[in-house]
């Protein structure tokens, strides 16, 4: 029962008690009902359970039984076709995550039977070894959503909005926890970490990118999940773990927000804020650097670090940007530039004190990893903010006389961020679900 | 509704000349398709209304063969979801923060610029792009030329492209909602039609070249179509006819009377109704049905350049009128600013890269703490809510401009109003207009329970507004010389019904000294009539709980969890017609749309004709909505509100994606008990007048003649000279009961 232990089960408590007792109301007089209690209960129950597992054995069977509760929630209405076809499409995902992390417990097993934590600590990095981290590299980025394994999550949006919430906040929290719980043994490959930053950058670009071309409230926040994932991952990769964790539980919690109220989005204002002043642009990066300042100092991290703790200061100076930004846009009056200097230095000091906070919970064994800053990691950075700069200048999509390559772009990335046929009701008729 | 009767319009469509044989083709095709209402205003209307010109029996057999299929062939699916991937994402202007390129080309010019670049049309490669390129631009020659190429036969090319509409209702119905109601919509050309055809054709022939195969697959469809037994719905409509008969024929005309307290003119929703009952039994209360607009149509600008078209669907746009929010107290503003700033600020943050993962890091905490407080108190979480984002309706305290209208135009509007409530004599010191809206959270087809006859808005504001007119001294000059001499000491006060609740506000700004304590009074027996309307309610759906009635239908309708809270119309059964002494001593239990009429003062029938050409037809688009989704959920319903997904802000799918899905979800229909559930059956209209004036009004109305005679809704009369009622029979001849 370490401090990563009340994490989880902080976060399983409070998306359990309020999604509860959502569900209980939301689905009175369903069938469903029954089916989201026992396997929402259990998939949250299960998730705490498996960050306390510290056998091997232990850890594999709650992941398995953690799934099949997932199964249980998405299993609602065998008559609705594309809902049937969803739960045997998880279902095949959740197997192939079962049997990457069987497999690689088999072999480290052999290496240290028992305690997670001995193996961790005492595994030495032989090529059996980097063959089990990889598969449970595999489970864990099949269990994230991470980009190519990532067409279960958007099966998940065929069920009942409260199991949505609890499918995927406990398959994607396990993926976390099971990263988070090898985190000794990746620091030491280097070349897997690597792996972990390069696909976690790719996947929170691209579903980034999807979520904003959906055209629908379940979809969008499906890839924003999937974008949070990635994000993490890339955390993990730069093996800045307690990072990871904390942006877990705050990901969970807003996601349930999210999925929760989505039936009241009805009409989504776009952004006002396509292409902002440049003077507003610059004030805004300079807050943003005082606000990263702010966050360096409050949560230990030294300011402009030649460590991977610099992404951190790097994302606050891109946060706290964009929220001066929105600031002043909102804002009339004179006093506004004070205002959004005050709002965006407070908001580096309490992402800094929550960071601060998560690495004082978390134990030693999976505290901050950061290794030398190098050309990839940059590379990596650039990948990911030059969207955001992209952003500003979105509107000369509705401009009638783009070039053929941008609207090839957009067609391919459009497509490819279609869910999987087997899982849309073309037809009105296949929903032939007559009762609530 | 009379008042705005000179502004009466039919369906856009239907007023363009028919120049070709395509054009007569498309829009042949396009005649069995009703259209459907976003979610920004609902408006209820039967499903199956492009099928009312054949007898009830035939068009549910025919509509069964069109819509209700089991399966489709396995290619047609394909085609669905590239058709419906593109017209989400040609229609998106408000969810999606990278819209589709070329949507100002309009959706034909838009298609034929991106599907050559769409891989996922173009599984066979370069041969097809090169076809694709080659599409005229105009729609209807596109058309042609893939019918062609599809090898259609000319017999049947119009069956075929009615097929092709019919494959995906949803879709197809909210287009012709774009062309026949939204004609200021940017995005709906009046081609949008033969451009919504041509795109589906082409999607159909890069997908299924041998897509004429569907008339085979039709036709045999039809043969194996069984014919829908109506027995059930039958017997329903005898009981529901005896028995209501049964209970009006007891009913006697009042003595003499000394003047009520006040009257009280409400919708003619059935959600009324059982206030009105408990209203009425608290002492000398007199209240009127009529239509929730009261006869004003009006267009409603917001102060953020929001347009809501206040007026029932028959109706054209009316005056303008522009709101802006007022504020009781300095703070009150500035959280409503806060919240502002807030929800931009959010949006902005949330909606871009890198921002969101900045942004969860930030507001976690609140998020996790802010769901507590919605799920255990509901109330006290929509209080805040409603703080930070005030509703554009009362209670919030709003500032309406006067619409720009002459003496003579509001002598005419409050002539219409009062001749058509028959309230023309004897009235009280307070009158109060009383419009209606409803409140629920999460809920993204919300404006379906709002008042129809606003448009699916609050009715409030035009009560207000004839209010206005009403105290007008010039206006009561007018009418005194139309022999409607309205006292002096008589004032007009506007009010709204909060149908989930059934809480009523009354505006008690600029009410007079003298009638303080009138409204004190009404205020006190309005919330008793609440409590008796809350408890009446909750015992038809067995509800016991601790808490009160009010404090449960509060708590409900605050809920984010809730999915029953307002019962909306769900169990609507008849429309009368008549005086209220008629039906006073009856419990209607909220099942019927009660419009005054006094036969008294309509010596011609004329303002009989004029209620039942408006309230009729509103009543039976209901009657209809809720009809076809009890008997056919998945067909035309929109399923459960546990799996909906709320699309571009205008619709709603199941899960991942699916056809837009028109109709009441599952939880309108079926609400726990069978006593709380939708009955199927048919409106019934009674009518108290002379039967022929009745017969006059329905033989002189197209649309109400077709009603009757393909038997989609029956009538019966109670002619206040014989004391005997009559039910028209579908070849117009009445035959005693």
Request: hydrophobic share 45%; glycine share 6%.
């Amino acid at each position: 029962m370490d401090g990563l232990f009340w994490m989880v089960l902080g976060l399983a408590s409070i998306i359990g008690l309020v999604t509860l007792l959502f569900g209980i109301q939301h689905l009175a007089g369903k069938a469903a009902r029954v089916r989201f209690v026992v396997g929402g209960a259990g998939a949250l129950a299960t998730l705490a359970l498996l960050s306390a597992a510290d056998s091997l054995l232990i850890f594999a069977l709650t992941w398995i039984a953690l799934n099949l509760c997932t199964y249980i929630l998405m299993n609602h209405a065998p008559r609705w076709r594309a809902a049937r076809t969803s739960a045997s499409l998880l279902g095949r995902y959740l197997a192939a995550s079962s049997l990457f992390l069987a497999v690689g417990f088999l072999i480290l097993n052999h290496v240290d039977d028992g305690s997670l934590k001995d193996v961790v600590q005492n595994a030495s990095l032989d090529p059996p070894v980097v063959v089990a981290l990889l598969c449970i590299f595999m489970a864990a980025g099949i269990q994230m959503a991470l980009w190519p394994a990532h067409r279960w999550l958007m099966a998940t949006l065929n069920a009942p909005t409260p199991s949505m919430v609890i499918m995927q906040i406990s398959i994607l929290g396990a993926g976390v926890i099971l990263l988070v719980r090898f985190a000794p043994l990746y620091v030491e490959a280097v070349y897997i970490l690597w792996c972990l930053f390069t696909v976690g950058v790719l996947t929170s670009t691209l579903a980034t990118l999807w979520s904003l071309i959906q055209n629908d409230v379940r979809c969008m926040l499906a890839y924003a999940a999937m974008a949070q994932m990635g994000f993490v991952t890339v955390l993990c990769g730069l093996g800045l773990f307690p990072a990871a964790m904390f942006h877990l539980c705050a990901f969970g919690l807003w996601q349930m927000y999210r999925l929760l109220s989505a039936n009241a989005s009805r009409r989504h204002a776009s952004s006002p804020d396509a292409l902002p002043k440049f003077g507003h642009i610059l004030s805004g990066l300079f807050f943003g650097g005082v606000a990263a300042y702010i966050f360096s100092s409050l949560a230990g991290y030294a300011w402009w670090a030649d460590d991977t703790t610099r992404f951190l200061s790097i994302v606050t100076i891109v946060g706290s940007t964009q929220l001066a930004i929105a600031v002043t846009n909102a804002l009339t009056f004179w006093g506004k530039f004070p205002l959004a200097w005050i709002i965006s230095a407070t908001s580096g000091a309490v992402y800094g004190l929550f960071l601060k906070l998560a690495t004082r919970v978390m134990p030693e064994l999976y505290s901050d990893y950061p290794s030398p800053l190098c050309l990839w990691h940059m590379l990596g950075v650039i990948v990911m903010l030059t969207p955001w700069l992209l952003m500003f200048f979105r509107r000369a999509l509705q401009n009638n006389a783009l070039p053929d390559w941008v609207l090839k772009a957009y067609v391919f990335m459009w497509n490819a961020g279609q869910p999987s046929a087997s899982v849309i009701t073309p037809h009105r008729n296949q929903y032939n679900l007559k009762n609530p | 509704m009379t008042a705005a009767t000179p502004h009466k319009s039919t369906p856009l469509s239907s007023n363009r000349p028919q120049t070709n044989p395509i054009e007569a083709m498309v829009q042949d095709s396009w005649s069995k398709i009703a259209p459907a209402w976003p979610l920004q205003n609902l408006i209820l209307n039967s499903p199956l209304k492009g099928f009312e010109t054949k007898p009830f029996e035939t068009a549910l057999f025919e509509a069964c063969a069109f819509f209700e299929l089991k399966e489709l062939p396995p290619p047609l699916e394909s085609i669905n979801r590239q058709t419906i991937k593109y017209l989400t994402a040609f229609f998106d202007t408000t969810q999606t923060m990278l819209p589709l390129p070329m949507q100002a080309l309009g959706l034909w010019k838009a298609f034929l610029k991106l599907a050559p670049m769409d891989q996922s049309l173009l599984a066979s490669g370069a041969q097809r792009c090169a076809w694709l390129k080659t599409l005229p631009q105009d729609p209807k020659k596109a058309i042609l030329k893939i019918l062609a190429l599809l090898t259609v036969p000319a017999p049947h090319q119009e069956l075929f492209l009615r097929l092709m509409l019919t494959t995906l209702p949803g879709w197809t119905s909210h287009i012709q909602y774009r062309v026949d109601h939204a004609p200021e919509d940017k995005t709906s050309p009046p081609a949008l039609q033969s451009a919504y055809l041509a795109v589906r054709l082409a999607i159909t022939y890069l997908l299924w070249p041998k897509a004429g195969d569907l008339i085979t697959w039709h036709k045999t469809n039809l043969q194996k179509t069984p014919k829908k037994s109506l027995k059930t719905m039958v017997s329903n409509e005898n009981a529901y006819r005896d028995s209501l008969i049964q209970d009006i024929a007891r009913a006697d005309p009042p003595q003499q009377s000394s003047p009520p307290k006040a009257q009280l003119a409400f919708c003619i929703d059935v959600r009324s109704e059982p206030l009105r009952r408990h209203l009425e039994a608290l002492g000398s209360y007199e209240t009127f049905g009529c239509a929730g607009f009261f006869g004003i149509p009006l267009t409603i600008k917001h102060e953020d350049g929001q347009v809501d078209p206040s007026h029932p669907a028959l109706f054209k746009a009316g005056e303008t009128v522009h709101l802006r929010l007022m504020h009781e107290t300095y703070l009150d503003q500035n959280l409503a600013r806060l919240g502002q700033i807030c929800r931009h600020v959010y949006t902005s943050m949330s909606q871009t890269f890198m921002g969101p993962f900045f942004l969860s890091g930030l507001i976690a905490p609140l998020c996790g703490l802010w769901s507590l407080v919605r799920t255990v108190c509901p109330r006290g979480a929509h209080a805040l809510a409603i703080k930070m984002n005030p509703p554009r309706h009362p209670p919030q305290k709003i500032l309406l401009s006067k619409p720009s209208l002459s003496l003579a135009q509001k002598t005419h509007y409050a002539e219409k109003f009062f001749r058509i409530m028959g309230l023309t004599k004897k009235f009280a010191p307070l009158v109060v207009l009383c419009g209606h809206g409803s409140q629920s959270v999460n809920n993204p087809q919300k404006t379906s329970l709002d008042c129809g006859a606003c448009g699916g808005h609050h009715g409030g504001s035009h009560a207000r507004i004839l209010c206005d007119i009403l105290n007008d001294h010039a206006v009561r000059a007018q009418l005194a010389k139309q022999s409607i001499t309205i006292p002096a000491d008589t004032f007009f006060v506007a009010a709204e019904h909060n149908t989930a609740t059934d809480a009523v506000w009354i505006d008690t700004h600029h009410v007079p000294a003298s009638h303080h304590q009138a409204i004190k009074n009404l205020e006190k027996d309005l919330h008793t009539a609440q409590l008796h309307t809350a408890t009446e309610r909750q015992r038809r759906g067995k509800a016991n709980t601790g808490l009160s009635s009010i404090r449960r239908a509060q708590a409900k309708s605050a809920q984010w969890a809730d999915v029953h809270g307002d019962a909306g119309l769900v169990r609507n059964a008849s429309l009368i017609v008549g005086p209220r002494w008629l039906t006073q001593s009856i419990s209607l239990k909220g099942r019927a749309f009660l419009h005054s009429y006094d036969p008294t003062i309509d010596q011609d029938g004329a303002i009989l004709a004029t209620i039942l050409s408006s309230a009729m037809v509103v009543a039976q688009w209901i009657n209809g909505h809720y009809l076809f989704s009890s008997l056919s959920p998945s067909t035309y319903g929109s399923g459960s509100r546990s799996t909906q997904n709320v699309m571009a802000g205008f619709g709603v799918m199941q899960g991942v994606s699916s056809d837009l899905m028109t109709g009441l979800s599952l939880e309108s229909i079926h609400r726990g008990s069978k006593r709380e559930s939708h009955e199927t059956i048919r409106l019934l209209t009674m009518v108290y007048a002379p039967k022929e004036h009745v017969l006059k009004a329905i033989t002189h109305n197209d649309t109400l003649r077709t009603l009757i005679t393909h038997q989609w809704t029956h009538l019966i009369c109670m002619d206040p000279r014989l004391k005997r009622f009559y039910t028209l029979k579908a070849d117009l001849t009445w035959m005693p009961l």
